[in-house]
């Protein structure tokens, strides 16, 4: 009888079992190519997961709710997934806007504005409308949080090649300094 082949869900190929890999969802996956993007993409929805549970609980903090109005949450993760015109049409992506960390970063950078908005403007409203203005702040301010992200990034790089740059310098400066030969034969000393 023949052997059943088992579909990846990754590539959406067939392969035989003792090729493939079965992991904790039940599936099998190619064990050259698709276990490996497999884990790198269950890493990056993990690390996804946790940046969209600390903006969630930082605005349920900020506007002083209990649940976060779901015209707020699909706001939020349109914003994440991005939108690309096609033929005059918005066409939605996947994964191409500004991820969870940056939205948290840049609310951070307008704590202030929002706060002051909510007391002053909107005279301490928590409903839907106050907190698309809240996000509406937070956009404003994503480029700002991209730009010190960037220069954040850009100056850990410099760290690290100055640092580098220390050791092998080190390195050079002891290695010139074990020519020097302690013998007790040497004639050097004598002189």
Request: with cysteine; hydrophobic share 30%; aromatic share 8%.
């Amino acid at each position: 009888m023949a052997e059943r082949l088992l579909k990846c869900p990754v590539c959406e190929q067939y392969g035989k079992k003792e090729d493939m890999i079965r992991e904790e969802d039940k599936r099998y996956y190619h064990k050259e190519y698709c276990h490996d993007r497999w884990l790198k993409d269950r890493e990056a929805t993990r690390i996804e997961n946790e940046q969209w549970d600390a903006l969630y609980q930082y605005i349920i903090k900020l506007h002083d709710i209990i649940v976060l109005p779901k015209g707020n949450i699909t706001r939020l993760k349109d914003l994440r997934a991005g939108y690309l015109m096609k033929n005059g049409q918005k066409v939605r992506q996947w994964r191409t806007g500004p991820d969870y960390g940056l939205m948290l970063e840049a609310y951070l950078l307008a704590d202030d504005s929002i706060k002051w908005c909510i007391v002053n403007k909107l005279d301490g409203s928590k409903d839907t409308k106050a907190i698309n203005y809240g996000i509406s702040i937070m956009i404003d301010k994503l480029n700002e949080a991209f730009a010190r992200r960037k220069r954040k990034k850009e100056h850990e790089k410099q760290i690290r090649k100055t640092t580098t740059q220390d050791k092998t310098i080190k390195q050079e400066l002891k290695s010139k300094n074990t020519y020097i030969n302690n013998d007790d034969m040497d004639i050097s000393s004598f002189l």
